[in-house]
Nanobody, 124 residues
Framework: LQLVESGGGLVQDGGSLRLSCAAS????????IAWFRQAPGKERERVSC????????HYADSVMGRFTISRDNYENTAYLQMNSLRPGDTAVYYC??????????????????WGQGTQVTVSS
């Protein structure tokens, strides 16, 4: 039972990346999905979340209008499309899944599964 992120890398200021979060051993359709990030010396923060029922999405103010969260339950994969990237977006990005989650809390405590993280580096 695991989540595996991919799609990170090095991109220039203003560029785009799409992160993927693939689940194995369980069905993402029963889970909310959140993306967190952690930069060196900073606390982990939730940047986006989509509820299990897909009726709630949340974005941190710092990424609103630039990032888009989505999921494909047939592919058992969630995505984070990141546009207009800035050096301040540089961090390790993690996906997390909460059983029947509603994205009510930005804290990282409710989540049942976590990925291993993927590095995103935005150069100026």
């Amino acid at each position: 039972l695991q989540l595996v992120e991919s799609g990170g890398g090095l991109v220039q200021d203003g560029g785009s990346l799409r992160l993927s979060c693939a689940a194995s051993g369980f069905a993402l359709v029963y889970y909310s999905i959140a993306w967190f990030r952690q930069a060196p010396g900073k606390e982990r923060e939730r940047v986006s979340c989509i509820s299990q029922s897909d009726d709630v999405t949340h974005y941190a103010d710092s990424v609103m209008g630039r990032f888009t969260i989505s999921r494909d339950n047939y592919e058992n994969t969630a995505y984070l499309q990141m546009n207009s990237l800035r050096p301040g977006d540089t961090a390790v990005y993690y996906c997390a899944a909460e059983y029947f989650g509603v994205c009510a809390k930005a804290a990282d405590t409710p989540y049942d599964y976590w990925g291993q993280g993927t590095q995103v580096t935005v150069s100026s």
